[in-house]
Nanobody, 117 residues
Framework: QVQLVESGGGLVHPGGSLRLSCAAS????????MGWFRQAPGKEREFVTQITWSGGSTYAESVKARFTISRDSEQNTVYLQMNSLKPEDTAVYYC???????????WGQGTQVTVSS
């Protein structure tokens, strides 16, 4: 199983930007999807965005045109560029990977993103 480590979270004012990173380590692997999920206090974890091995991406409606997912050329680091952040984006953001099937089976520990004035 791969290990996923997120970084880049923090406190930002509304309208600001943050870039999250997710580094995969362990055995060399090929994945079906790598994605980002988030969980706000008192709410269930929700899908944010995902990218396929070939580079296709999908987004939740709430983040379209504001968030962008990308990956490095070696396919072992995924990024989440978040622009025009809103207070409702406040959550713990989790990186995930679907490595053995198109179902997420590896998760990071999460990184806190707080959007507040």
């Amino acid at each position: 199983q791969v290990q996923l480590v997120e970084s880049g979270g923090g406190l930002v004012h509304p309208g600001g930007s943050l870039r999250l990173s997710c580094a995969a380590s362990g055995r060399t692997f090929r994945w079906y999807y790598m994605g980002w999920f988030r969980q706000a206090p008192g709410k269930e974890r929700e899908f944010v965005t995902q990218i396929t091995w070939s580079g296709g991406s999908t987004y939740a409606e709430s983040v379209k045109a504001r968030f962008t997912i990308s990956r490095d050329s070696e396919q072992n680091t995924v990024y989440l560029q978040m622009n025009s952040l809103k207070p409702e984006d406040t959550a713990v953001y989790y990186c995930a990977a679907a490595t053995r099937s198109p179902i997420y089976d590896s998760w990071g520990q999460g990184t806190q993103v707080t959007v507040s004035s």
